[in-house]
């Protein structure tokens, strides 16, 4: 199904298949950048070291992250693939992916919703051709109810463990580079792992305590700065606001303040969901990131959260601030260029007419006057 983010992609070829992924990705990510944006806004401002601290407003940003979300990804999904019947399966089969676990589902309900709806539309098929006149509605309603509570449970005991699965393979691999100082190859599975929402999990249950052991005995750590550089994300939104298809742009001031200055990462990950191949955008800033704060000795004393430039700067040792500062400028600018240069600088988008079209339309109007001369 083509939309506004997933435009027709012609040719059969591996490049094609890629851009039809990323599309139905698009497809189910971007028509819902407001609520990301919604919850941005109330994490950065409500949590317990946001900008407004306040205790009762805080608690809604778990149940939108962990639930709401989820869900409105795995209802696009299904409408994607089966209409409105299809987006209300694809719903109820998310929550199958989302109850149990404490991260968020969004990988899950990528996969759920567009499955449960492709289930119920040949389920519905089968039954057109078997359904006597006036029982139309009982049996759709069943079939819907059926296959949305078979594809909930099939989440529960599936999906959802496997995401889990992931959630650890990353932290496990990460931990990994980390004891055998291979810092700057770390961006390779942190930030894949970004995306697909483990943030959290990489940075609070695997770096964090790493970084705190060693700011004991050092007085900082580059642990607590491996995932939480707010540099890579800042120059691939660079880059869309410059170069990324026209639709897209305007929303991309809105997604730079809330993550550089509130720390809020999740905003941009939907941008690469949107065009996969931008994930070597991020990997190289981020490598580059580490890379300066190591040849700088820079450290933080305490992970900084939320990863904003403030937090950045709260928790930067005396002394420690070029260093800090020159690896954020640093995965931005290489964040910047990679990302650039993978959105063709603009050209690559649909945005502006074909070259080959202008060049034959412009050798067109040179050859039709001669032959009027003629």
């Known amino acids: ?25 698009a497809g189910m990510i971007m028509p819902n950048i407001g609520a990301f944006i919604a919850w941005g806004l109330i994490t950065a401002l409500f949590i317990p070291t ?44 998310t929550m199958g992916v989302v109850v149990g676990v404490d991260i968020p589902m969004f990988l899950g309900a990528m996969v759920i919703g567009p ?25 759709d309603n069943f079939t819907a109810g059926i296959v949305g509570a078979a594809m909930a449970i099939a989440g529960v005991f599936a999906i959802g463990p496997i995401v ?22 770390a961006s390779v599975i942190i930030e894949p792992a970004k995306v697909l929402f483990l943030n959290n999990a990489i940075n609070h249950g695997v770096l964090g305590p790493l970084g705190v052991a060693e700011a004991v005995k050092q007085g900082k750590s580059i642990l607590f700065m491996l995932e939480s550089n707010p540099g890579p994300g800042l120059g691939l939104l660079i880059a869309y606001l410059l170069f990324g298809p026209r639709s ?31 994930i070597l955008a991020v990997m190289a800033g981020g ?14 004393v305490a992970t900084p959260s939320p990863g904003s430039i403030f937090a950045y700067m709260a928790v930067t040792p005396k002394g420690g601030w070029f260093g800090v500062i020159a690896g954020i400028v640093v995965a931005t600018a290489v964040s910047f260029a990679v990302a650039a240069a993978l959105l063709g600088f603009g050209r690559a988008n649909g945005d502006q007419p074909d070259e080959a079209a202008q060049s034959d339309s412009q050798a067109g109007s040179r ?8």
């Open 115 to 139: 499955l449960a709806a492709f289930i119920l539309k040949y389920v519905d098929r089968f039954t057109a051709e078997r359904t006597k006149a006036g029982f139309e509605m009982l049996v």
């Open 50 to 93: 946001g900008w407004l601290p306040n205790k009762t407003l805080a608690e809604l940003v778990g149940p939108i992250i962990t639930v709401l979300l989820p869900v409105l990804i795995g209802y696009t999904g299904g409408r994607m693939v089966h209409g409105q019947r299809g987006a209300v399966v694809g719903a109820v089969a």
């Open 164 to 185: 889990e699965n992931i959630t650890k393979v990353a932290g496990s691999g990460v931990e990994w580079l980390v004891s055998h100082s291979l810092l700057p190859i």
């Open 287 to 300: 490598a580059s990131g580490i890379l300066t704060f190591l040849v700088t000795g820079a450290g933080l």
């Open 248 to 278: 897209l742009r305007p929303s991309t001031p809105a997604a730079m303040i809330i993550h550089f200055l509130g720390g809020i990462h999740e905003i941009y990950f939907p941008y690469v969901l949107m065009k996969p191949r931008l």
């Open 367 to 374: 050859t039709v006057p001669a032959v009027k001369e003629a």
């Open 1 to 25: 199904m083509a939309t506004a983010y997933t435009p027709t992609v012609q040719g059969t070829g591996i490049r094609a298949s890629i851009q039809r992924f990323g599309g139905h990705l």
